[in-house]
């Protein structure tokens, strides 16, 4: 009767084993050790130059820091990244959770991230250095079980050309930050990985994990569950009670949170009605108010002169190229990938169309996508305008210019 935990075990354990430096055929060879080497140090250079810039703006365009930053952080440059819901997460690892049911409370942020703030902040005694360094080693994490993904599905030189279009995504500074996105790109990453290798008890896993730091990590059970029907329709793998029972784990993550607000504020959707009355996170489907901000972008062409117009063209074009990508992911990487990234550019596209950009970086499987892109000269300017349009944002960001 135990046979089936015990094996769902050792299957957990192999796959610890396999991603303990992002997989173990990393280093099979030497060519794949330069091409990981050569991936990986790209992207921290990139890294390197968005803290660098980040310190210069900093500098050339303070914006005020709350007493707490001061505190843990002194004048360090750091605490111009300690922005909007930075603070939230640092609320909720410092203080717990709260539930306002007219306006913004803390409920709206996942509890992974800002639980691991504070068992790290409590440890080093800093939980916005915690925070940081969280979020860094993550995004370092992410890349490389990105580029693991995409060489064990298309070879080294397209799982190279993925992570450096991540690093130059004009949203991927948030990975630096306090905010869940890198933490939740890693776990995301790593759960399609374990499911492509058949693990799927350690899918189920994973997949929790990621629902526990962000919504939308519940979507990768409608696609992993779709594979494992399809593979049992078809006969190609004896579908295993631990099989199913893992995949449960990946709503789970999402149910153990609702069950705790339930518990503790009587509602198991506060998170839901905290995001929809705090920061109006609701469906929205205003395809009119779409069709005439492409309609002014095609008309005016790329003449973007203003950082609100460089808003409003990636509030138009980025949902466009998503919605090709997922098309891509299911050509490319197959039904999977292709439903979690329907799932994820939908939610983005719909539910919250002013942050659109950040929300995309949930859609693991676009940025593997972008990999099989081979067009030479014109890829490398697409680039370099994506890093550029990044450098913007960024500056925007760090002297409290972001929103608004």
């Known amino acids: ?56 703006a900093h500098r050339l365009s303070p914006a005020p820091v709350s007493p707490p930053i001061e505190l843990y952080l002194g004048k360090s440059a750091l605490g111009a990244w300690i922005r909007w819901d930075a603070g939230w997460y640092l609320n909720v690892a410092e203080r717990g959770y709260w539930f306002d049911t007219v306006g913004q409370s803390n409920v709206a942020f996942f ?23 969280i979020a860094n080693l993550a ?20 799982a190279g050309r993925a992570v450096l279009w991540l690093a130059v995504f004009p949203f991927s500074f948030f990975l630096q930050t306090i905010y869940a996105e890198s933490l939740f790109f890693l776990l995301v990453t790593l759960a399609l990985i374990a499911g492509r290798r058949g693990h799927w008890p350690a899918a189920g896993l994973l997949g929790g994990l990621a629902a526990a730091t962000r919504p939308m990590g519940v979507l ?42 339930w518990a503790a504020f009587g509602d198991p959707l506060a998170f839901w009605y905290a995001h929809a009355t705090g920061w109006n996170v609701r469906f929205h489907w205003d395809l009119a108010g779409y069709w005439r901000e492409a309609t002014w972008l095609l008309t005016r062409g790329p003449r973007i002169r203003t950082y609100t117009q460089l808003m409003d063209t990636l509030r138009v074009v980025l949902p466009v190229c998503f919605i090709a990508l997922t098309v891509g992911a299911f050509r490319r990487l197959g039904a999977t990938a292709g439903i979690y990234t329907a799932g994820t550019v939908a939610v983005a596209i719909l539910f919250a169309p002013e942050s659109v950009g950040r929300e995309l970086l949930a859609a693991v499987p676009a940025f593997a996508v972008m990999g099989f892109s081979s067009r030479g000269i014109v890829d490398e300017g697409l680039r370099l305008a994506s890093f550029a349009a990044l450098l913007v944002l960024l500056i925007a960001f760090v002297t409290a210019h972001f929103v608004g």
């Not at 957990?12 to 080497?37: F, K, P």
């Not at 800002?114 to 925070?131: D, E, H, K, S």
């Open 1 to 56: 009767m135990d046979s089936e935990p015990r094996l769902a075990t050792v299957r957990i354990r192999e796959l610890g084993a396999t991603l303990a430096l992002g997989a173990s055929r990393a280093w099979v060879n030497a060519s794949d050790q330069v091409a990981l080497v050569r991936a990986l140090g790209v992207f921290v250079l990139t890294r390197l130059a968005v803290f660098l810039v980040a310190a210069c």
């Open 111 to 133: 509890p992974l991230f800002p639980l691991l703030i504070r068992t790290v902040g409590r440890a080093i005694g800093n939980p916005m250095v915690a925070g940081l360094l």
């Open 139 to 158: 995004a370092v994490g992410a890349a490389i079980a990105l580029w693991t993904w995409v060489r064990d599905e298309a070879g080294e030189v397209t």
């Open 220 to 261: 990768l059970f409608p696609a992993f569950a779709w594979t494992l029907v399809r593979e049992w329709h078809r006969g190609t793998r004896t579908v295993r009670l631990g099989d199913a029972l893992g995949l449960l784990l990946v709503p789970a993550g999402l149910g153990l949170y609702m069950a705790f607000l």
